[in-house]
């Protein structure tokens, strides 16, 4: 494993410049104009207030609150 340490520049004026961190790894560029799948929550849940997602070994709850709002939490 590399560690890189950056220095900032110094100064009154260096952070009124603008600066970009750039990523070593590739990124995967996504394909162009592709649709983003879309479901209903009502299709999801099926009446239920309550759905248990599996993920990488873990779970995660996908719940409908008393006010229709979608929270989920691990």
Known sequence: ???TV????????ALARP????SLKSKPSP???APVRR???QALLHGERELVIQHQGSEYHLRLTRN??????K
């Open 1 to 3: 494993m590399t560690t």
């Open 6 to 13: 950056l220095s900032l520049p110094s100064g009154a004026d």
């Open 19 to 22: 600066f970009r961190l750039l």
């Open 31 to 33: 394909a162009p104009d």
């Open 39 to 41: 479901i209903s929550s």
């Open 68 to 73: 229709d709002k979608l929270i989920l939490t």
